[in-house]
């Protein structure tokens, strides 16, 4: 049965859909972006309130929120599977979108970049994924490779898996990048000695590690930046 929305709530929810005509999307709120995701509200809340009760549920935390599932959406009064999956599909937009501007450039040649490119597949993940980024000499993208995927606590990556694949697509250089779903950025022990691993290997076969990147909701660290390589 579609939620019973009153002529109150009605005005209410068509209120960010006027004001994104009018003064364009860079005026709205995050609240009113997804009320308009959301579409309508429920017999007492707009979906504007709606909105605002999906933000205070992810600490007012848009990262927070795309790494929800349609079950934790649903926990909020007002908000079924469809408004739910119609929230979480734009968050994925989003995120492709911003991977979606380096991929044109065709281009990594910093830890930003290389950041922004590989924040669509782990910045939101719960459990660790260790990926490889192949690059030509020139630092062009060629392509990404998922290596491991792994526990919230960790993951195993080959060495073999990873210079096979550069080795195959005749990359000169590579980035290697992992996600921490804790949000604790700093490296551990276990990374630290992989890095070096796969360094000294790449240094026998002439293909560069250029970076590690570390992945969380709270940003990236970069074992280049932080000359631990």
Request: charged letters at 25%; a neutral charge.
């Amino acid at each position: 049965m579609p939620d019973y929305v009153t002529l109150k709530n009605r005005h209410a929810d068509e209120q960010p859909r006027e004001k994104f005509e009018h003064l364009g999307r860079n005026a709205l709120s995050n609240s009113e972006l997804i009320g308009i995701l959301l579409g309508t509200g429920s017999k007492s809340k707009s979906a504007i309130d709606l909105a605002r009760d999906a933000l205070n549920l992810a600490d007012n935390s848009l990262h927070s929120l795309a790494r929800m599932t349609v079950a934790d959406l649903c926990r909020i009064e007002g908000i079924g599977p469809a408004k739910a999956i119609s929230v979480l599909s734009a968050l994925e937009l989003g995120a492709r979108r911003a991977s979606e501007e380096i991929k044109l450039s065709r281009r990594i040649g910093s830890s930003r970049e290389a950041y922004q490119y590989m924040s669509q597949y782990l910045q939101d993940k719960p459990y660790e994924e260790f990926w490889v980024i192949l690059l030509s000499r020139s630092n062009r993208l060629i392509k990404e490779y998922k290596i491991s995927e792994g526990s919230i606590s960790g993951t195993v990556a080959d060495p073999r898996k990873i210079y096979k694949l550069a080795i195959d697509r005749g990359a000169s250089g590579i980035i290697l990048c992992h996600n921490h779903p804790s949000g604790n950025l700093k490296p551990s022990t276990s990374d630290m000695d992989l890095t070096r691993k796969v360094k000294l290997a790449g240094e026998m076969l002439d293909i560069q590690v250029l970076d590690h990147i570390i992945v969380s909701s709270g940003g990236y660290y970069s074992f280049a930046d932080d000359g631990k390589l």
